[in-house]
């Protein structure tokens, strides 16, 4: 390999495609600034993930397009393709992508509240075989941070703020997607993020220069590990470095995927971990997103140039930049002499060792035909709908709400009304109904910045008019409220005047009612405490779970229904 091929492939870079199969060969740069063809023949890049949400044999026709063009290069070296996850109900650019196509299940979060292994790993096993059919070989997921702050915006991606719980159900979602080993029928597991990304200061993201610090103000540092130990013994091919920079801890205040101390002194060196290191996207170059600028994500080394960023992030012990493609930038620093060759060989090394264990080289292809009869297979479909009533959780049942008997006269709001009037009659005005569902959504406080809006931060708690407006239907009709929990809302008033209160972390109108009609069990716990009051919240230590005074509903609650 020239050094310029090996330069190529450690760069994990981002791909869209147009909604035909073809491949974008065009760009205005407000998303990504390069196409296709000049990111595999012009770069030598074969490591990318795919944005957006598209048909399943259209995907299945772009990956062939993608791999014929790696073919054409002078190695041949076959992409490797990856996915942000694609199961749930969460549409955000930066982190994951609704089901589409794909078999719908409950956030990570919803499979925590069922709480059971071997479902994990029904649905882990259910992901590995519609990836395979499209082409996706890497799954940019689990994300086992623990859910610690409650404001932080990932936690519904996260199995909640049990460690011990977050260890067995990692345990079973690496098997399902790798098998008992990695080979030609695996997705390899990239295990996200290292050392664990929950103790965010005031919650803010790393993502964003304000939310870079992440802090230990209880001691709990340990904890947080936990859950990637179980990961690297039940042997996941990958690990990501989150972006966040310590502050007060015994390691180097920079951000985790330039840290020595935490890459190679602790995840290679004092847990053995030898598989694939890939930082967290954007790094090393300033980003435009949306049209909008974004600073190169180098807390701690936003002083030095693109250069030194990736000089510290090898020596760090990282093999792969996630969401760049400057392969000039390693050639320049090995002909300068400030990181020697060798050091690009191990890396490379173990990146192409990968692709041969998972049988790329041997069949890069897939069959477009196969990829539109697995993906979103009725099978898949129903064990998806299944878990979404699993995960559902009664939080409070008042006067025996629940389960609903009758065809009642029903008020919705936030429901599909041609869902609802399945199961009752129903009515434009409160005061004509028997009964009111609500859907309601955590709050959040709105952001200015596009891509940043995405991330939903700040406040648990409802604005005064939107809780007044709420409250004044749950006083108008008895209220079945079910509020979706992708961070721990606050929401004392609520609790106390609904008639019932159901937590939900993606689930359907259908299942929702079926729950409250008594035509299906919720057996969901909370994955992490509900705080009375943003005070509480406030007073709480970021990295300690469940750590608010007094909460309305602790973790692990949830009634039998």
């Keep these: 390999m020239t050094l310029e091929e090996k330069a190529g492939q450690l760069f994990h870079s981002m791909l869209m495609m147009n909604p035909d199969g073809t491949p974008v060969t065009e760009t205005d740069g407000s998303m990504l600034p390069l196409t296709t063809p000049e990111l595999i023949e012009g770069r030598l890049l074969t490591h990318f993930n795919l944005l957006g949400t598209y048909g399943a044999r259209e995907m299945a026709l772009w990956q062939n397009a993608v791999q014929e063009m790696a073919a054409a290069t002078r190695l041949g070296i076959p992409v490797t393709l990856s996915t942000d996850p694609r199961h749930a109900f969460t549409d955000n650019v930066g982190a994951s992508f609704n089901s589409g196509a794909f078999s719908a299940w409950p956030e990570a979060l919803g499979l925590a509240a069922i709480g059971d292994p ?22 940019l997921h689990p994300q086992i941070d623990l859910a610690s702050e409650p404001r932080w915006s990932r936690q519904t991606g996260t199995f909640g703020s049990d460690a011990k719980l977050t260890g067995e159900l990692v345990r079973a979602y690496v098997r399902g997607l790798q098998g008992e080993e990695l080979g030609p029928d695996s997705v390899s597991a990239m295990v996200k993020h290292f050392p664990g990304g929950g103790p965010q200061k005031d919650g803010e993201d790393p993502h964003f220069a304000h939310g870079k610090e992440q802090v230990y103000p209880g001691g709990m540092r340990d904890l947080h590990l936990e859950p990637f130990k179980a990961a690297i013994e039940a042997g996941c091919a990958q690990m990501m470095p989150y972006y966040g920079q310590p502050i ?3 390691w180097e205040e920079v951000g985790f995927g330039f840290n020595q101390g935490v890459v190679s002194g602790l995840l290679r060196e004092e847990l053995g971990f030898d598989g694939i290191v890939c930082t967290d996207w954007g790094l090393l170059t300033d980003s435009s997103i949306f049209g909008q600028h974004h600073p190169a994500r180098a807390w701690g080394l936003e002083h030095l140039d693109v250069a030194e960023r990736a000089a510290r992030s090898l020596e760090a012990g990282c093999d792969q930049f996630g969401g760049e493609q400057c392969p000039e930038v390693i050639v320049e620093l090995v002909r300068s002499g400030r990181i020697p060759e060798s050091r690009i060989d191990g890396s490379v090394s173990r990146l192409l060792r990968e692709k041969f264990r998972l049988g790329l080289f ?30 559902l959780t009664v939080l409070t049942n008042r006067d025996a709400t629940l389960p609903v008997t009758g065809r009642p006269k029903l008020f919705v709001r936030g429901v599909d009304e041609a869902t609802a009037g399945i199961y009752g009659e129903v009515v434009a005005d409160p005061a004509a109904a028997d009964l009111a569902v609500l859907r309601l959504r955590t709050p959040h406080e709105p952001r200015e910045n596009l891509f940043e809006s995405f991330f939903h931060s700040g406040s648990l708690a409802f604005p005064e008019a939107r809780l007044a407006t709420i409250l004044a239907l749950l006083d108008a009709v008895p209220t079945v ?13 609520i609790a106390e005047r609904a008639a019932a209160l159901i937590a939900d972390y993606g689930a359907g109108d259908a299942a929702l009612l ?31 779970p469940n750590d608010t005074a007094d909460p309305v509903f602790p973790h692990g609650h949830g009634l039998a229904l």
């Design 514 to 544: 079926d729950v409250a009609f008594g035509r299906a069990f919720a057996e969901g716990r909370l994955p992490f405490e509900l705080p009375r009051s943003m005070a509480a919240v406030a007073a709480s230590r970021p990295d300690v």
């Design 362 to 391: 041997e069949n890069p292809y897939v069959d477009p035909d196969a990829a539109a009869e697995t993906v979103g297979r009725a099978d898949f479909t129903a064990l998806g709908a299944a878990a979404q009533r699993r995960s």
């Design 481 to 493: 409220v079910c509020i979706n929990l992708e961070r721990a809302a606050v929401i004392p008033e």
């Design 118 to 139: 071997e479902l994990v790993f029904s649905f882990a096993d259910t992901v590995r075989r519609e990836y395979l059919a499209v082409g996706f070989r890497v799954a």
């Design 248 to 250: 007060g801890t015994d």
